[in-house]
């Protein structure tokens, strides 16, 4: 379906756009804090503004909690198994 989003009178055109500067800019939004893992359009750095980034920032946003809970739970088994060694000297 192709439609044109300007002509929309409650819409009224398309919202986000990018700068020169939005390399760095969607990589500072893209960065988690702690725990928060941060997705959506305006992190993709290539398909900003689109359904494209939106996809590949909410993949990617994915990926990173998975990696984090791979990290959390391989530091907790190998602090288990220090646990279980016994402390000589
Ligand atoms: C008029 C228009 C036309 C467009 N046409 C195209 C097109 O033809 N092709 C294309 O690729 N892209 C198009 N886009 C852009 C595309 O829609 C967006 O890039 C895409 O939807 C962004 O997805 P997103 O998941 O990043 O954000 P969104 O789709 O905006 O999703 C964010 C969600 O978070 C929810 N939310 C916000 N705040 C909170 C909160 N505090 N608590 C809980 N939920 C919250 C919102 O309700 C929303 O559902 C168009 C956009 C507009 C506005």
Do not use: K, N
């Amino acid at each position: 379906m192709l439609g044109d989003w300007t002509a929309e009178p409650f819409i009224g055109g398309v919202v986000s756009g990018t700068g020169a500067d939005h390399v760095r800019l969607t990589a500072m939004l893209a960065q988690s804090i702690g725990p928060i893992h941060f997705a959506g359009e305006h992190t993709d750095p290539v398909y900003v503004t689109g359904m494209e980034g939106a996809l590949r920032a909410g993949r990617c946003a994915a990926d990173e909690i998975l990696e984090r809970r791979r990290v959390t739970e391989a530091d907790r088994r190998s602090r288990a198994a220090r646990r279980l060694i016994p402390r000589t000297g």
